[in-house]
């Protein structure tokens, strides 16, 4: 019910809409259901008639009222199938919306656990059967339960006996109908996750094509998609067989109910109690009842198909995003940028800890390179501070503020980062440069483009700044793709900097010129560099040294060598394999 309670909210929008649809139906179901009383009044009253003019002057009324109301019935068919799917896909839009805008709120900790392709099932599977349902279903259901309750009436009113016969068989297959309902659902739903399994598995594989031909690894990769594709087959072929069992054995209520009529109507014609006219009437209305409960039965199908996808929405809907603003949560403008962390702990579960007790204080302007071994925790430090994720223990603070305390939006312009995966959008490189800033100037962006010395590169495209880099920058180099993040962060302009390795993809000589736009760029900023090659970070105002039991050193370059430490350690060996 909860389900249902949060699907109509849906229809609130578009409830003018709704009840003009409702309304269309009413009267569709009213035309089929005048249609066999037409017929039986010239069967019983106007053909036994002598008089011949009087009988063209009732077929002619008859037939001029049947013309109009099928006029009527025309537009109200028009106006369900057009209007009708149109507000279903106006809803299915919706819930779309919501959907996407849900998955921008949730944390990068939701999609460490949930794969994308599982994620886009839900917006484009699941959805499409939703708004089937919300067009369908209301007004499927609205109109068999007129025509149901119409036809037993006008049945009743020609012969009790029978009618009530004919209601024993229908309750029979209501029973019918609500037993392989129940079953349905529970296979539509695996349905579901198989079918988002084997999404998942088509987009890891296309998204990874260059590495699976890479390893020539084709047939594993047809091998995982076989395991998948054969398991939702399973799952399909189980609800195949309940939905043959479930029609064949309502078109077998539905023969019964015919075999009823024509056998109760035989006997009472036999005693005088029913005329033959009359049942051919009751035959005629039997195909209008038989009608509606052809659509329910379509509708009960439809209706598990479409609720089990909504469900699939809640579940996503009705996630908490786990990281959200406060609800006197301040604006932050143009921060000095001096950054604390008082004993901080983080793990990604409950049991291992990445940051162990981090007490650490970065100045405002202050250049700071983070080292250490891999799986030290140098990455998820960085990932704290734009609350990325959450802190377990402890807190952080932006000039003496705790980052909970100020807006996520605001927190996040304050910091530019340039993460060692680059990221580039489906689009072109200016696009992708103005990412950065949405209202930046054409001269804005060029600007950025030469701090980031990758301006005359994109002037010598045949479509300079409008070249389209291909999916994920499929047509651009690594370095090429780096120069164009730090670009980004150029025009941004943030007060405080986290480089996550941002010259690793660079060749020597696109990194001595990147080095030293970002030694300008960092210039009376906060800046946190996370770095493998250490020869790049020696100028650093402070150096600290990570490992997975916290911070082991920290001090400047030639204090640490100095030391002799685990720092000294890793620049010696980093020293050695260059010679």
């Known amino acids: 019910m909860k389900s249902l309670n949060k699907f109509f909210q849906y229809y609130k929008p578009y409830r003018g809409l709704f009840f003009a649809d409702m309304f269309c139906a009413l009267l569709l179901s009213a035309i089929d259901l005048i249609f066999p009383i037409i017929v039986r009044f010239l069967l019983n009253d106007v053909y036994v008639l002598k008089n011949e003019n009087k009988i063209l002057k009732y077929v002619f009324i008859i037939g001029a009222a049947l013309l109009i109301m099928y006029i009527v019935r025309y537009f109200c068919q028009y106006f369900i199938t057009s209007w009708g799917h149109i507000m279903g896909a106006k809803m299915e839009a919706n819930m779309r919306k919501d959907l996407f805008n849900q998955f921008q709120k949730l944390p990068f900790s939701y999609y460490d656990n949930n794969n994308t392709g599982t994620l886009m099932s839900r917006i484009i ?3 499409f059967d939703i708004s089937e349902l919300a067009h369908h279903g209301p007004e499927d259901l609205f109109i068999s339960i007129l025509k149901i309750v119409g036809s037993f009436i006008i049945l009743s009113s020609i012969n009790l006996p029978i009618t009530l016969v004919l209601l024993v068989i229908t309750l029979g297959m209501v029973y019918f109908s609500v037993f392989y309902n129940r079953k349905m659902k529970h296979v539509f739903m695996r349905n579901r996750k198989e079918i988002a399994e084997v999404n998942a598995v088509v987009q890891d594989s296309l998204a990874g094509i260059r590495v699976v031909k890479s390893f020539a690894n084709e047939n594993v990769e047809e091998k995982k998609f076989k395991k998948g594709n054969k398991q939702f087959l399973k799952t399909k072929e189980e609800s195949y067989f309940i939905m043959g069992k479930y029609y064949s054995g309502n078109g077998f209520f539905q023969g019964i109910l015919y075999l009823a009529a024509i056998l109760f109507g035989g006997i009472l014609i036999s005693k005088s109690l029913l005329s033959v006219s009359d049942l051919v009437i009751y035959i005629l209305y039997i195909n209008i009842f038989l009608n509606p409960i052809d659509k329910l039965v379509n509708f009960t199908e439809q209706f598990q198909r479409g609720i089990t996808g909504f469900e699939r929405f809640l579940q996503v809907i009705n996630t908490k995003p786990a990281i959200v603003d406060k609800e006197d949560a301040i604006e932050v403008f143009n921060p000095r940028g001096s950054i604390k962390f008082n004993n901080v702990s983080f793990g990604y579960d409950d049991k291992n800890d990445v940051l162990k007790d981090i007490d650490i204080e970065i100045s405002a302007g202050k250049n700071i390179a983070l080292v250490g071994p891999s799986g030290g925790g140098k990455t998820t430090f960085c990932n704290l501070i734009p609350r990325f994720y959450e802190a377990t223990k402890g807190d952080i603070t932006i000039d003496g503020i705790d980052i909970k305390d100020i807006k996520l939006n605001s927190l996040r312009n304050a910091i530019g980062l340039v993460q060692q995966d680059v990221y580039m959008f489906g689009g072109t490189i200016k696009e992708n440069i103005a990412y950065g800033k949405q209202d930046a100037t054409d001269e804005d962006i060029i600007e950025a483009a030469k701090r980031a010395n990758i301006h005359e590169f994109i002037e010598n495209l045949e479509y300079g700044y409008e070249t389209h880099v291909g ?52 210039k009376n900023r906060t800046t946190i560099v996370i770095a493998h090659r250490l020869s790049t970070i020696r100028n650093s105002d402070q150096i600290i040294v990570l490992t997975d039991n916290g911070v082991k050193e920290k001090g400047s370059h030639k204090e640490l060598i100095a030391k002799n430490g685990l720092y000294a350690t890793l620049y010696n060996m980093q020293f050695d394999i260059l010679k």
Do not use: C, H, M
């Not at 047509?475 to 480089?499: D, T, W, Y």
């Not at 941002?502 to 030694?519: G, K, P, V, W, Y």
């Open 471 to 522: 999916e994920r920058g499929v047509k651009l180099s690594g370095g090429q793709k780096q120069r164009i993040s730090i670009a980004r962060v150029f025009l941004k302009n943030p007060p405080i900097l986290i480089l996550d390795e941002a010259t690793s993809a660079l060749d020597n000589e696109s990194e001595r010129f990147i080095q030293q736009s970002l030694e300008e760029l960092s």
């Open 125 to 127: 599977t699941d959805l």
